[in-house]
T-cell receptor, first 112, second 116 residues
């Protein structure tokens, strides 16, 4: 089972920041947090990942709390094309391999 | 970023036939590839993990004799759905990772399988 919980849906206005929360209270010390998004009928797109420090790239910022039990993905200026399902995933070591186990994700709707 | 392709993008077949789906990493060598399945309005479910040159490891509840996975090279993995039935109709997505301990995993565009 996935180690993360996310709100099922959120919305925000175009041009505003979208802040997507994620809880991962059972995360282990060496497990990374990954964020992907999936636009309808496409494969998931990698956004960002982190261990314990905040991370930023051209797409988004990832804020991880000090106790690592939760994180927030920030899309600084959301556009209509950011409408998608966003998955927060804790990468797990299982059966001698790292695996991404998807939870149910957050459906983000960006309003004009 | 790294590119993963899948072929075909969609396929329709008759019940009882077998269907092969290819997954290729186009600009990197993938030592590990993953196959996921996604039913409508549901999340992705991991089916199996395959390392190049080794047998695939299947997740609990996934029939290895029905979903044959071959990872013959560092850039190609195939999933064969044998004796397909309508309940196998789904969106199949592959994913590939750079290296044994790589941090990034990239996904293909998916293959829509419809079994009549």
């Amino acid at each position: 089972d996935a180690k993360t919980t996310q709100p099922p849906s959120m919305d925000c206005a175009e041009g505003r920041a979208a802040n997507l929360p994620c809880n991962h209270s059972t995360i282990s010390g060496n497990e990374y947090v990954y964020w992907y998004r999936q636009i309808h009928s496409q494969g998931p797109q990698y956004i960002i990942h982190g261990l314990k420090n905040n991370e930023t790239n051209e797409m988004a910022s990832l804020i991880i709390t000090e106790d690592r039990k939760s994180s927030t993905l920030i899309l600084p200026h959301a556009t209509l094309r950011d409408t998608a399902v966003y998955y927060c995933i804790v990468r797990e070591w299982m059966d001698s391999s790292y695996k991404l186990i998807f939870g149910s994700g957050t459906r983000l709707l960006v309003r004009p | 970023g790294a590119v993963v392709s899948q072929h075909p993008s969609w396929v329709i077949c008759k019940s009882g036939t077998s269907v092969k789906i290819e997954c290729r990493s186009l600009d990197f060598q993938a030592t590990t590839m993953f196959w996921y399945r996604q039913f409508p309005k549901q999340s992705l479910m991991l089916m199996a993990t395959s390392n190049e040159g080794s047998k695939a490891t299947y997740e609990q509840g996934v029939e290895k004799d029905k979903f044959l996975i071959n990872h013959a090279s560092l850039t190609l993995s195939t999933l064969t759905v044998t004796s397909a039935h309508p309940e196998d109709s789904s969106f199949y997505i592959c994913s590939a990772r750079y290296s044994w301990y790589g941090d990034e995993q990239f996904f293909g565009p998916g293959t829509r399988l419809t079994v009549l």
